[in-house]
C-alpha cells in the first residue's frame, strides 16, 4: 500500500502518482468532494500563502476521504448500502461549511473628533452542539488603523461590538460564548459580560456565562489566563513520553535533555517557555516581532518576563546574544510557533531543524509546508489539538458560571477534615515518619483548590485526546500525520452528532 498525504492508494495506483494524474488514483471515497491536496488548497500562484479557511477544509477533505467508509460500515441501520454512502456523503457536506456569518459596521467618534467606521465579524462554524465557542476579536486590525488609540476608544469599540452581536443573537450563555485571542484579555471580556448583563441579558441570571476569559471578580476562573500555555505543555508532554514515536525521530522520550524554541513571547509562548522549563526542557532561543535572543546555555523564562515587563522588548535580555536571521530555523528539538498563522511554508520548512513541531499559534503551518515535514519525519502537533487548553478551561469557566459556585467550594473542608482523620488513625509507632511527611507534603491535605481541579481537568482532558490521535493514526497507519488523526477523531464525533439527531424539515 502507499499513502500519498493521508489517502490510502494500491501498488497498482504509484504509477498513475508518477503522472501526476492524482484524482483517477484516488479510492472511490474522493468522489465525495472536490479533494484538496497539499498545493491545491488554493490556486497555484498563491499555494504558499492560502487562506486560512481553505487550509482548514483542506484538511478536513483528507480526514473525510479516509474515514468515509469507516463511517458507512459502522452505520447499523435497514438502509442499504447506497443509501448509508449517501447518508455519510451528505453529512460530511453539512459539516464542512461554515453555517452563519455575521458582518457588522458602526461608527465611532473618537476622542480628537474624527468619526471613524469600524468592522466586526463573528462566525458559528456549526450549530450541532450550542453554544457556539470562539475567539472574540484579535485587535491587530485596529492597532495598525489607530496607533494612538485610547483605552476609551478601545471600550467604546469592545462594548458597541457586544451590541451588535446581542441584536443578531450571536452572542449569549446558551446561543455563542465568544473569548480572548491576540491583543485581547481579561479587561476586553469583562466589557462584553458588562455590557450584556446590563443590556440584552439584564433578565438572564446566567448572563456573565456569555463570555468566557473574564477577571475572577467577574465569574473568571482561576488557571484560565495560563490555561492555553500550559495546555500546551501538556499536549508535548503526552507525545514526548511516548518512546515509541520519539524512537521514530530518534530521540529520548523525556524533557530533559530537550532544547526548545519559542516564536512570541506573549501569554502562550511565555507560559510554555515558563512549564517546559519547570519539567527539565531548556530555552535556547526566543523570537519577537522587533527581534530575537539567543542562549546555548538556556533563558530563564521568569527573568525574561520581568525584563519585558520592564522594558517593553525581548531586545537586549542580559546574558543572551541576537539571533541573526530567522529564529524558526534555530538549532533546537522542539520547535514552538505561538504567534501568528503561516509561519512555516514551502520556502523555510527545508531549513527547519527542530524534529518536534508543536503548533501553539493558529494555522502557523501552510500545507505545502506540512507535507515536506511529512517527508523529513518532522513530528507536528497540530494546532486543533495542541493550542486546546484555552478553550478547555473556558469551557469549565462557562460551567462555573452556570452552576453559580466556584470549584472546590462544597468539598475543600469535607476532604481536608477527612484527610487529617485518616492520618489520626494511623499506627502511633510511625509518629515520627508521619510528621515528617506532614511537613513536606502539608498542602496535599487541604483539599483540592478551585486551581487543582482546572488544571488536573485540564491534564486530563489533552491526556485523553493525545491517546485518541495515538490510536487513530495507528488504526489507519498515519505515521506522524498527527493532523489528519485529529480531524478524523473530530469528524467521527461531529458526524454521530448529526446523524444521531437527524435533519430538520428536510
Not at 468566557?212 to 495546555?231: D, E, L, N, V, W
Not at 503551518?365 to 478547555?392: C, H, Q, S, W
Request: glycine share 8%; proline share 4%; net charge neutral.
Amino acid at each position: 500500500m502507499y499513502r500519498y498525504f493521508g489517502e490510502l492508494l494500491t501498488r497498482g495506483a504509484s504509477s498513475v502518482l508518477a503522472s501526476g494524474c492524482v484524482e483517477s488514483a484516488l479510492p472511490v471515497t474522493a468522489s465525495l468532494m472536490r479533494v484538496r491536496h497539499y498545493s491545491e488548497v488554493v490556486g497555484e500562484k498563491d499555494a504558499d500563502d492560502p487562506n486560512f479557511f481553505k487550509m482548514v477544509e483542506g484538511f478536513f477533505d483528507r480526514g473525510a476521504n479516509i474515514v468515509e467508509d469507516k463511517l458507512v460500515e459502522d452505520l447499523k441501520n435497514k438502509e442499504t448500502p447506497v443509501q448509508k454512502r449517501h447518508r455519510v456523503r451528505g453529512i460530511l457536506k453539512i459539516i464542512k461549511p461554515c453555517n452563519h456569518i455575521l458582518s457588522v459596521s458602526f461608527p465611532i467618534k473618537r476622542d480628537n473628533g474624527e468619526w471613524e467606521v469600524i468592522e466586526g465579524y463573528r462566525a458559528q462554524h456549526s450549530q450541532h452542539r450550542t453554544p457556539c465557542k470562539g475567539v472574540k476579536y484579535s485587535m491587530p486590525f485596529i492597532i495598525l488603523l489607530f496607533l494612538c488609540l485610547q483605552d476609551n476608544e478601545l471600550e467604546k469599540i469592545t462594548r458597541r461590538f457586544t451590541i451588535e452581536l446581542a441584536k443578531k443573537g450571536f452572542i449569549g450563555p446558551g446561543i455563542d460564548v465568544p473569548a480572548p485571542d491576540m491583543s485581547t484579555g481579561e479587561r476586553e471580556m469583562s466589557w462584553i459580560a458588562d455590557t450584556y448583563a446590563n443590556t440584552m441579558g439584564h433578565h438572564d441570571i446566567n448572563a456573565h456565562a456569555c463570555v468566557t476569559g473574564k477577571p475572577i471578580s467577574q465569574g473568571g476562573i482561576h488557571g484560565r489566563i495560563s490555561a492555553t500555555g500550559r495546555g500546551v505543555f501538556h499536549g508535548i508532554e503526552n507525545f514526548i513520553n511516548e518512546a515509541a514515536y520519539m524512537s521514530q525521530l530518534g530521540l529520548s522520550p523525556g524533557f530533559t535533555d530537550k532544547t526548545f524554541v519559542i516564536q512570541g513571547f506573549g501569554n502562550v509562548g511565555m507560559h510554555s517557555m515558563r512549564y517546559l522549563h519547570r519539567f527539565g526542557a531548556k530555552c535556547v532561543g526566543v523570537g519577537e516581532m522587533d527581534g530575537n535572543i539567543w542562549n546555548p546555555n538556556g533563558i530563564d523564562p521568569k527573568e525574561l518576563e520581568d525584563y519585558k515587563l520592564q522594558h517593553g522588548t525581548i531586545v537586549g535580555f542580559p546574558n543572551s546574544t541576537p539571533y541573526e536571521g530567522s529564529i524558526l530555523e534555530a538549532d533546537c528539538d522542539i520547535l514552538i510557533p505561538a504567534a501568528s498563522e503561516k509561519q512555516l511554508t514551502r520556502n523555510n520548512a527545508h531549513k527547519i531543524k527542530a524534529k518536534i513541531i508543536a503548533e501553539g499559534a493558529n494555522g502557523p503551518t501552510t500545507p505545502d509546508a506540512d507535507k515536506i515535514f511529512l517527508e523529513r519525519n518532522i513530528m507536528v502537533i497540530p494546532d486543533m489539538y495542541l493550542n486546546a487548553g484555552g478553550v478547555t478551561v473556558s469551557y469549565f469557566e462557562w460551567l462555573k458560571n452556570l452552576n453559580h459556585v466556584s470549584y472546590g467550594r462544597l468539598t475543600f473542608k469535607y476532604e481536608r477534615d477527612s484527610n487529617y482523620h485518616l492520618l489520626s488513625k494511623s499506627d502511633t509507632s510511625q509518629t515520627v515518619g508521619i510528621l515528617i511527611f506532614i511537613v513536606f507534603s502539608f498542602v496535599w491535605f487541604q483539599g483540592a483548590s478551585e486551581k487543582d481541579i482546572v488544571h488536573s481537568g485540564l491534564a486530563y482532558t489533552m491526556e485523553r485526546s493525545a491517546r485518541q490521535i495515538m490510536r487513530t493514526a495507528n488504526k489507519y497507519n498515519l505515521g506522524l500525520d498527527l493532523r489528519t488523526a485529529a480531524y478524523v477523531n473530530a469528524i467521527e464525533k461531529v458526524f454521530k452528532v448529526y446523524n444521531e439527531a437527524g435533519l430538520t424539515f428536510t
